[in-house]
């Protein structure tokens, strides 16, 4: 008898821990700060574009941009390979997942750091070489199981998914000369058809180098 109620109370743990993980989309807005006068802030502007949308789901998602020259990004982990497509090309240009990349040189990890549509948010510094990138995230409200990205080895996301286990809240990009920020504004938890993470068999597929 206790052993039925063990194995039927963690049959029910098991579930309801699956229940939490993150699925819907997260609207954002994009901003940009300029470091050096000298660059051409309306043409990183355009690029940056206002605002993106990300659906999420099982390890699964895409982007869909507002504007600017990029219309989407996704990452399929069935394959481990991301994928975008510009507004002017009918070709879909994909990445291996698997590579190597920009190496992590730190990690530095304030708790409640930040306030993001009054959710607290942990803080979690990724230093590269070249940039820094700040994400803002809540696990108990967000969560993600991070074995799904157990092979995306690129720019050290795995690293980075076994220490926050959640979809960002906010994330700034900080180069040399400028600060690219993207900060939710709305979400909602829903069910997400996976069609949406299919590539057609008709699409023109190259690898990005």
Not at 115 to 139: A, F, P, Q, R, V
Not at 141 to 148: A, R, V
Not at 186 to 205: A, G, M
Request: aromatic share 14%; net charge negative; proline share 2%.
């Amino acid at each position: 008898m206790w052993t039925l109620l063990f194995i039927l109370s963690l049959s029910f743990q098991d579930n309801v821990s699956a229940t939490n993980y993150f699925e819907g989309w997260i609207k954002y807005k994009h901003d940009l700060i300029l470091k050096n006068t000298n660059i051409d802030s309306m043409r990183l502007k355009e690029f940056v574009g206002s605002g993106s949308t990300l659906f999420f789901k099982e390890g699964n998602y895409l982007h869909k941009y507002n504007d600017g020259p990029i219309i989407q990004d996704s990452y399929r982990k069935e394959d481990n390979k991301a994928y975008f497509k510009l507004n002017k090309n009918d070709t879909t240009f994909w990445v291996d997942c698997g590579k190597q990349g920009d190496e992590i040189l730190k990690f530095s990890f304030t708790p409640k750091k930040e306030k993001i549509l009054g959710i607290d948010c942990d803080e979690l510094i990724i230093y590269y070489k070249d940039k820094i990138t700040s994400d803002y995230y809540n696990s108990d409200l967000f969560g993600i199981n991070p074995d799904w990205f157990k092979n995306f080895i690129l720019d050290g996301q795995n690293q980075i998914d076994q220490k926050e286990k959640a979809i960002c809240l906010k994330h700034k990009t900080e180069y040399a000369n400028f600060i690219i920020i993207e900060t939710a504004v709305s979400f909602s938890k829903e069910k997400i058809d996976e069609r949406i993470f299919k590539i057609s068999p008709n699409e023109i597929l190259i690898e990005q180098e």
